[in-house]
Every structure is written in structure tokens, then in C-alpha cells.
């Protein structure tokens, strides 16, 4: 069917909400996914469909065999990088995840998670035909994961079927209170049990240092557009060498007449995943985020300095535990939410009063409890987010310490 033109006038200059040179972005799942100007460049280099294929060895034709751009290298510094053995770049953490799930599981079989696992653990299970079995949270205002309780949810599993798990999955990071686990607690448990540990990454790998052997993670996820400085889709798959064969089990199908086999295909990336430019942004951002790893800790110095500053407003307090691990971060505002249910624009008042001094990120309308990541802001910029809550609090009588 032709479209009328009028209507593919709404595709033409298409242009974000706010450009990031020029606003403060708190967006908690944008901060690290930020390009690299490397990656900018390298976007317009390999924008074309198949652009990383010029060079596809012809026996495997395989993109992790290419070796011109680097796609090859890559995926070993990548394994080096996370502290494990094998790497696949595939579209994103969830497809990671699902990959792991599916072929480390039998339909029926369980996963054991945490209870701030991100929703598209739980979706990774079902696709893969699995049950989940939650591990329990504390309460508030920490809510820790009861990393102890593992063992006792395995066992209650093993109980309930005579089996053992598929796999126990952790969320390294949280997605809700920014909460640091101590993955090596669980990575102990898995392997008494000898159940394979599931470390996801998706807010940790890439803006902090992981490290896989350390952490006893067999399997890693990660996701290049939430922590990579990388264009989506991109995520990452991690694996230890023991579940290489099971994991990343060949394609044994064949033909019926023709009798076409694809025996180097890759059965669960379906022969070559994320390819173009969203990989390139990936390798291209590379270098930054190996070095960027390692100022972690100032980039933790700048949330908590931030978080002290909030909290000068009566009434205000971080979530989770403290004091802040991560750049990602929950506050409880009630007060804004009072100013809120006097104010003409209800809870957008705190949206518009940000935006009007060009910060953005922080979820339009919600003034009793918000998110925000300050992951790669400059001191200058911290500061400047500090002093215009201050100010707007001010500016509606709350009080300030
Ligand atoms: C954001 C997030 C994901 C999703 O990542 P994708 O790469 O978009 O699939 C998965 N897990 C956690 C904990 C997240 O915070």
C-alpha cells in the first residue's frame, strides 16, 4: 500500500525530547549508555545493514570469526574484561538471560532469584519454559536481598521436584534501590550445589569493575545501551568454559531433501546475533569503559555528596542501604509530594521546575518517591542538580538544614 505523504512527513528530522549536550539527564536507566565520541564517529562508519560483513570468513560464517573490524579480539577482551572465559554480544541482557536459561533448562525446571529481579528475568524464564522460585527481600528502607537464602530455596526446589534448579540468577545490582550484592556469598552456594550461578550485570558491568572469577559467577549478562556506552540494541553473554558446549550447543538440524546441515551455527544465537552499528558503538566505546571502570569510586563520591544535599530537606531520605554503593538511587520525597496537592500542576510541578532549569530524567509526575543516576555527570553538574533542589525546595517553604 502507498502511505499518503503527509503521513512520512512525521519520519522526516526525527529529534529526542531534550538533546544531552545541553540538559542534565538523571534518566536512571540512561546515564550509562551515554556514547562515547568514538562511538558517535563509528556510528555513521557502520550505519549500512550488514556493514561488519565486508570481511565474513566464508567457512564459519560466523560473526564472532570476523576479523576486520575486530570482532573476533573482541569478544576475548570482553571474556578477559568480565573475568571469563567466552563472550557473545547478542541484542540485549534479556536475550542474554533467556539464552542461559534455555539451554541450561529443562522445561519445568526452576530458577532460583532474587526478589528485585528486573521483569524481564522472570520473562526469560517463562520463555524458556522454567518456574521461578524467589529468594526473599527485606524490608524497608533497605531492602536487602537475603543472600543466605539461597541455599534454602535450592533445597526447597530439590524438595519439590527431586531436581536441582536449571539455575540461581542475582541481580548484581538492583534496578529499583541501586543496592550492591555481594554476588560471591551466592556464587559459594551455587557451587556447593553445583548449580549454575547466573550473575546480571545489566547495572554493574560497564560503569564498575567485575569480575566474574572473583565474584564465582559462571554465567554473566550485561546490556551495552543501559552500561556500555552503546547504541541498543546490545547486550552480553559471559560464560565460563564448562558450559560452553551446553550453552552455546551447535545447530544440529538438517535439510530433509537437500540435506543442508549448519553445524558451525550457533543454536541459541540463531548463527550470529548484533551485528552493524549498534556492535561497532560497543567495540568502539571499548577502550573509555575499561578505563572508566576504574573511577568507579568517585562516581560513587558524587551520589552520596548528592544524596547528603537532598537530605538536607526536612523529610527527604535515600532508600536502600547506606550509604550509597551506586549511582543509581532511590529517594522517598514526601514533601514534594505535599507541595504537589497544593500546587495547580499537581505532581508535574517538580518536572516542570526541573526542566525549566534544564535537568530532565526524573519520571514526569512522581514527587513521593523518584529514581535518579548521576553515573558520568562532572562535580560542576552535581552540584548544580544539589543546589536547584535546594532552591526549589526553598521556593515552597520546605524546610532546609
Ligand atoms: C535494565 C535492566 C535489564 C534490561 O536490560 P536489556 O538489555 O534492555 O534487556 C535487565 N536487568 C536489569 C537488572 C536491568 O536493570
Same mark, same amino acid.
Given at each position: 500500500?502507498?502511505?499518503?505523504e503527509?503521513?512520512l512527513e512525521?519520519?522526516?528530522?526525527?529529534?529526542?525530547?531534550?538533546s544531552?549536550?545541553?540538559?542534565?539527564?538523571l534518566?536512571?536507566?540512561?546515564?550509562g549508555?551515554?556514547?562515547?565520541e568514538?562511538a558517535?564517529?563509528?556510528?555513521?562508519?557502520?550505519g549500512?545493514g550488514y556493514?561488519?560483513?565486508?570481511?565474513?570468513?566464508?567457512?564459519?560464517?560466523?560473526?564472532?570469526?570476523?576479523?576486520?573490524?575486530?570482532?573476533?579480539q573482541?569478544y576475548?577482551?570482553?571474556?578477559?574484561f568480565?573475568?571469563?572465559?567466552?563472550?557473545?554480544?547478542?541484542?540485549?541482557?534479556?536475550?542474554?538471560?533467556?539464552i542461559?536459561?534455555?539451554m541450561l533448562?529443562?522445561?519445568?525446571?526452576?530458577?532460583? !532469584?532474587? =526478589?528485585?529481579a528486573?521483569?524481564?528475568?522472570?520473562? #526469560?524464564a &517463562? $520463555? *524458556?519454559? /522454567?518456574r521461578?522460585?524467589?529468594?526473599p527481600v527485606?524490608?524497608?528502607?533497605?531492602?536487602?536481598?537475603?543472600?543466605?537464602a539461597y541455599?534454602?530455596?535450592?533445597?526447597e526446589v530439590?524438595?519439590?521436584?527431586?531436581?536441582?534448579p536449571?539455575?540461581?540468577?542475582?541481580?548484581?545490582?538492583?534496578?529499583?534501590?541501586?543496592?550492591?550484592n555481594?554476588?560471591?556469598?551466592v556464587?559459594?552456594?551455587?557451587?556447593?550445589?553445583?548449580?549454575?550461578f547466573?550473575l546480571?550485570?545489566?547495572?554493574s558491568?560497564?560503569?564498575?569493575p567485575v569480575?566474574?572469577k572473583?565474584?564465582?559467577a559462571?554465567?554473566i549478562?550485561?546490556s551495552?545501551?543501559?552500561?556500555?556506552?552503546?547504541?541498543?540494541?546490545?547486550?552480553?553473554?559471559a560464560l565460563?568454559?564448562?558450559?560452553?558446549e551446553?550453552?552455546?550447543?551447535?545447530?544440529? !538440524?538438517q =535439510?530433509?531433501l537437500?540435506?543442508?546441515?549448519f553445524? #558451525?551455527? &550457533? $543454536? *541459541?544465537l /540463531?548463527?550470529?546475533t548484533v551485528?552493524?552499528?549498534p556492535l561497532?558503538?560497543?567495540?568502539?566505546?571499548?577502550?573509555e569503559?575499561?578505563r572508566?571502570?576504574?573511577?568507579?569510586?568517585e562516581e560513587?563520591?558524587?551520589?552520596?555528596?548528592?544524596?547528603r544535599?537532598?537530605?538536607?530537606?526536612e523529610g527527604?531520605?535515600?532508600?536502600?542501604?547506606k550509604p550509597?554503593?551506586?549511582t543509581l538511587?532511590h529517594?522517598?520525597?514526601?514533601?514534594?509530594?505535599?507541595?504537589?496537592?497544593?500546587?495547580?500542576?499537581?505532581?508535574?510541578?517538580l518536572?516542570?521546575e526541573?526542566?525549566?532549569?534544564?535537568i530532565?530524567?526524573i519520571?514526569?509526575?512522581l514527587?513521593?518517591?523518584?529514581?535518579?543516576?548521576?553515573?558520568?555527570?562532572?562535580?560542576?553538574?552535581?552540584?548544580y542538580?544539589?543546589?536547584?533542589?535546594?532552591?526549589?525546595?526553598?521556593?515552597?517553604?520546605?524546610?532546609?538544614?
Amino acid at each position: 500500500m502507498r502511505i499518503p505523504e503527509e503521513r512520512l512527513e512525521r519520519y522526516r528530522g526525527l529529534k529526542r525530547e531534550f538533546s544531552e549536550e545541553d540538559h542534565i539527564n538523571l534518566q536512571p536507566i540512561q546515564r550509562g549508555g551515554v556514547l562515547s565520541e568514538e562511538a558517535m564517529r563509528a556510528i555513521l562508519e557502520f550505519g549500512d545493514g550488514y556493514s561488519v560483513c565486508d570481511w565474513c570468513p566464508p567457512k564459519s560464517a560466523r560473526l564472532d570469526a570476523i576479523e576486520t573490524p575486530p570482532v573476533s579480539q573482541f569478544y576475548t577482551d570482553l571474556a578477559e574484561f568480565l573475568g571469563m572465559d567466552i563472550a557473545r554480544v547478542v541484542t540485549r541482557c534479556r536475550e542474554a538471560k533467556f539464552i542461559a536459561f534455555r539451554m541450561l533448562g529443562t522445561p519445568g525446571d526452576y530458577v532460583v !532469584v532474587d =526478589g528485585l529481579a528486573h521483569y524481564s528475568s522472570y520473562i #526469560a524464564a &517463562e $520463555l *524458556a519454559g /522454567l518456574r521461578v522460585k524467589e529468594v526473599p527481600v527485606g524490608g524497608s528502607p533497605e531492602f536487602r536481598v537475603d543472600l543466605d537464602a539461597y541455599a534454602s530455596k535450592i533445597d526447597e526446589v530439590k524438595r519439590e521436584t527431586g531436581r536441582l534448579p536449571a539455575a540461581v540468577l542475582l541481580t548484581h545490582v538492583d534496578y529499583q534501590y541501586g543496592n550492591v550484592n555481594d554476588a560471591r556469598t551466592v556464587g559459594k552456594i551455587a557451587d556447593e550445589y553445583g548449580v549454575p550461578f547466573v550473575l546480571n550485570c545489566a547495572y554493574s558491568a560497564g560503569v564498575m569493575p567485575v569480575d566474574g572469577k572473583e565474584l564465582g559467577a559462571d554465567v554473566i549478562t550485561g546490556s551495552g545501551h543501559k552500561s556500555w556506552a552503546a547504541s541498543a540494541p546490545t547486550g552480553i553473554l559471559a560464560l565460563n568454559k564448562s558450559l560452553e558446549e551446553k550453552v552455546l550447543r551447535r545447530a544440529s !538440524v538438517q =535439510g530433509d531433501l537437500t540435506k543442508r546441515a549448519f553445524a #558451525a551455527k &550457533e $543454536l *541459541a544465537l /540463531l548463527g550470529c546475533t548484533v551485528m552493524g552499528a549498534p556492535l561497532i558503538t560497543l567495540m568502539a566505546s571499548f577502550p573509555e569503559v575499561v578505563r572508566r571502570v576504574e573511577r568507579w569510586s568517585e562516581e560513587v563520591e558524587k551520589t552520596r555528596h548528592l544524596v547528603r544535599e537532598l537530605e538536607r530537606i526536612e523529610g527527604i531520605r535515600q532508600l536502600g542501604v547506606k550509604p550509597k554503593s551506586h549511582t543509581l538511587t532511590h529517594v522517598e520525597t514526601e514533601p514534594f509530594f505535599e507541595v504537589s496537592q497544593r500546587h495547580k500542576r499537581k505532581g508535574y510541578f517538580l518536572y516542570d521546575e526541573l526542566r525549566s532549569r534544564k535537568i530532565v530524567g526524573i519520571q514526569p509526575g512522581l514527587t513521593k518517591h523518584f529514581k535518579f543516576n548521576t553515573y558520568g555527570l562532572t562535580w560542576e553538574q552535581i552540584r548544580y542538580v544539589a543546589d536547584s533542589f535546594i532552591e526549589i525546595a526553598e521556593k515552597y517553604g520546605l524546610n532546609v538544614h
